[in-house]
């Protein structure tokens, strides 16, 4: 029975809506099943957006305060960021208003030379010795009360807590080291502190100029005039350049 339904609607006429006759075609066009659809849809929906905001208005707490409250504005129901302007170090005016990008380029390579060269001399071996770090001796009950680290080592007792450069005796003894007096170690001491000291301050300083030139190269990008604005990302700081988003511009 169900073969001879199916057999039945095969020659079946297929139905169509009709279209918007002469006489009411000055009413505009005949809405069919599918504009129906989509208007009916948009109405849901624009009804459950105005039930959504209804309920998040009655939930909403009044001593609840966000910055995005006072860094936005709506404007024709569209929010918009207020812009906040990049913030520079004095020492950083300075520079981008009296030099050009060259000179802090140069100025910045020759830091980094004098860096690597300081580095070089110095080692950082304080550095290696200052961290913490633990060698465990497995001993015996007997001798654990007459354990000496310097001889279980074969150094010196005042070589003890370095981690590099710890010779042995026998090392030392074959060294013939001259006897050196406690004036000599404290200048070469001294020394030794300026050559950090120096090495920390033209970090910072090879860091600032580093900015410094970002700065100005990311300037130098926005005025240019074949592109378009770029969308900013993050604001510049001291310590770091803005961050903008360019449009992708295809190379020939």
């Known amino acids: 029975m169900s073969s001879w339904k199916k057999a039945a609607k095969a020659n079946q006429k297929t139905h169509k809506e009709r279209h918007q006759p002469e006489s009411r075609k000055h009413l ?54 207020y812009e906040k302007d990049d913030v520079h170090s004095t020492e950083q005016i300075k520079l981008m208003q009296t030099q050009d990008i060259k000179y802090i380029n140069m100025k910045r390579t020759m830091e980094t030379r004098r860096i690597q060269r300081l580095q ?7 550095l290696a010795d200052s961290t913490p770090n633990t060698h465990v001796f497995f001993v015996d009950e007997d001798e654990e009360k007459n354990f000496d680290i310097a001889k279980r080592l074969d150094t010196h007792p005042a070589l003890i807590n370095r981690k590099s450069n710890r010779p042995r005796l026998s090392d030392l003894h074959k060294l013939n080291l001259p ?28 860091k600032l ?44």
């Open 179 to 206: 006897a050196v007096d406690k004036k000599t170690l404290d200048f070469a001491s001294n020394i030794k502190e300026k050559s950090y000291k120096e090495l920390s301050k033209r970090i910072e300083r090879e």
């Open 28 to 81: 505009g066009l005949l809405e069919k099943k599918k504009d129906y659809k989509k208007r009916a849809d948009d109405y849901h929906k624009k009804g459950d957006t105005l039930k959504l905001i209804r309920k998040r208005a009655l939930d909403k707490n009044p001593d609840e305060f966000y910055f995005h409250m006072i860094n936005s504005k709506v404007k024709d129901g569209i929010h918009h960021e």
């Open 209 to 252: 100029l580093t900015v410094v030139q970002q700065k100005m190269e990311l300037k130098r990008h926005l005025n240019d005039a074949r592109i378009m604005k770029p969308k900013k990302i993050q604001c510049g700081t001291a310590v770091s350049a803005p961050v903008y988003k360019f449009q992708y511009i295809r190379k020939k």
């Open 120 to 126: 070089s001399n110095l080692h950082m071996t304080d």
